[in-house]
């Protein structure tokens, strides 16, 4: 399973960006695909997970202004980011969770939201 993450940048605050992540794979390896992010000095946290059947969770953190959206026929997910704040900046890595449980990780791309 590979998991290739696009996207990222330097916004300034208010401003949007998209990331999308595409799979390889087994579909069974994607029951679940997300995003988490991790600042310098914080741990890594969950942003956004989104089901095969189409089930969200957001922490409070981003609700209202992140949206998780998938294509299964792909194997992609995206993470729509509006509204960003420097508190924002961290590294993204996007995830999957197989049906068993087994998470993949892909590469982190870098998130910067200047004030």
């Known amino acids: 399973v590979q998991l290739q993450a696009s996207g990222g940048g330097l916004v300034q605050a208010g401003g949007s960006l998209r990331l999308s992540c595409a799979g390889s794979g087994s579909i069974f390896s994607f029951f679940v695909m997300g995003w988490y992010r991790q600042a310098p000095g914080n741990e890594r946290e969950l942003v956004a997970a989104?089901?095969?059947?189409?089930?969200?969770n957001y922490p409070d953190s981003v609700k209202g202004r992140f949206t998780i959206s998938r294509d299964n026929a792909k194997n992609t997910v995206t993470l729509q980011m509006n509204s960003l704040k420097p508190e924002d900046t961290a590294v993204y890595y996007c995830?999957?969770?197989?049906?068993?449980?087994?998470?993949?990780w892909g590469q982190g791309t870098l998130v910067t939201v200047s004030s």
């Open positions: 989104i089901t095969r059947d189409g089930s969200t």
């Open positions: 995830y999957a969770r197989s049906l068993v449980g087994v998470d993949f």
